[in-house]
């Protein structure tokens, strides 16, 4: 018989690993992170398990941590630096250079938006999940979206203008 955290909380690692790597692009970093939060997750099965948020929870425990490495740290700086998507589908490599041109755009989105962004975008979440997710309303999530989207959509017309 698997446990609570087996069933529940390890299943959500490739998506927690995504976003804390979204926020502080480093791998080893972000392995860490997730390690703390699993841990802390462990500790608290029971309060957990009838927590009615618990992608939320495991969101904001993950926030907490990078906070704490960056004060800890004194790294305040903005993030930055974004490596390219693997594409694990042979496409052409217009279509592969436009992916890599937006995901660059999304780096210079708020925060707000660029999570919104990759969980809807690249995770394929629903508004729905990404509101429970987050912890913010359903119009939260599709105003952020929208405005993240319409950057990005001027950024990439004013690019195709310069040549």
């Known amino acids: 018989m698997k446990s609570f955290f087996e069933t529940h909380i390890w299943p959500k690692r490739s998506k927690l690993y995504r976003l804390v790597y979204l926020w502080i692009r480093d791998r080893a970093l972000a392995e860490d992170m997730i390690q703390n939060v699993f841990e802390k997750s462990f500790q608290k099965e029971e309060e957990l398990a009838n927590h009615p948020n618990l992608s939320g929870w495991l969101v904001k425990s993950l926030k907490n941590e990078v906070l704490m490495y960056y004060r800890t740290s004194n790294k305040l700086e903005a993030l930055d630096g974004l490596e390219e998507i693997q594409v694990s589908e042979p496409v052409d490599e217009e279509a592969k250079e436009s992916v890599r041109k937006v995901m660059i755009l999304v780096k210079?989105?708020?925060?707000?938006?660029?999570?919104?962004?990759?969980?809807?975008?690249?995770?394929?979440?629903?508004?729905?999940?990404?509101?429970?997710?987050?912890?913010?309303?359903?119009?939260?999530?599709?105003?952020?979206?929208?405005?993240?989207?319409?950057?990005?959509?001027?950024?990439?017309?004013?690019?195709?203008?310069?040549?």
């Open 108 to 163: 210079d989105l708020p925060l707000k938006q660029q999570e919104i962004f990759q969980l809807r975008e690249v995770e394929g979440m629903s508004y729905e999940e990404i509101s429970d997710y987050l912890e913010i309303s359903l119009e939260q999530v599709k105003v952020n979206l929208h405005r993240a989207r319409t950057k990005i959509r001027e950024r990439m017309m004013s690019l195709k203008e310069r040549g």
